[in-house]
C-alpha cells in the first residue's frame, strides 16, 4: 500500500528557493509515475510536474517549467520537488501523488494514491 508524506513547505520570500519531499512509508513504494499538484485558496488543484516511474521522462505545467525541478530516488522510496525563483502566484498546498502506470500524467483523476499536502508560502 502507497502512503505518501510530503514534507519541506513553509514561507519564503519571493525569489527564494524551497525543496518538497515525497516519502512512502507504506510497504512498498511506487514504480509508477508520480506527480506535484497544487492547490491555492479559493482556486481547483492544478498540475505541477511529474516523473516517469525510471525517473527518465519529466513533465511540467508552463507556470513552473524552468524553475521547478522533479526528481526521484526510488532507492530511498522519495520524490522531491526543487522550486526555484518563488513568486507569490506559487502559494498553495502542494500535494503528492501516484500512480501504478509508469508513465507520465498531467491528469489528476491518473492518480490514486494522494498525500496530505504541505503548505507553501511566498511572500511579496
Known amino acids: 500500500q502507497v502512503q505518501l508524506v510530503e514534507s519541506g513547505g513553509g514561507l519564503v520570500q519571493a525569489g527564494g528557493s524551497l525543496t518538497l519531499s515525497c516519502v512512502d512509508s507504506?510497504?512498498?513504494?511506487?514504480?509508477?509515475?508520480m506527480g506535484w499538484f497544487r492547490q491555492a485558496p479559493g482556486k481547483e488543484r492544478e498540475f505541477v510536474a511529474t516523473?516517469?516511474?525510471?525517473?527518465?521522462?519529466?513533465y511540467y505545467s508552463d507556470s513552473v517549467r524552468g524553475r521547478f525541478t522533479i526528481s526521484r530516488d526510488n532507492a530511498k522510496n522519495t520524490v522531491s520537488l526543487q522550486m526555484n525563483s518563488l513568486r507569490p502566484e506559487d502559494t498553495a498546498v502542494y500535494y503528492c501523488?501516484?500512480?501504478?502506470?509508469?508513465?507520465?500524467?498531467?491528469?489528476?483523476?491518473?492518480?490514486?494514491?494522494w498525500g496530505q499536502g504541505t503548505q507553501v508560502t511566498v511572500s511579496s
Open positions: 516523473i516517469s516511474g525510471p525517473g527518465t521522462t519529466t
Open positions: 507504506g510497504r512498498t513504494f511506487s514504480r509508477g509515475a
Open positions: 501523488a501516484a500512480r501504478s502506470n509508469s508513465w507520465v500524467d498531467t491528469r489528476q483523476y491518473a492518480y490514486d494514491s
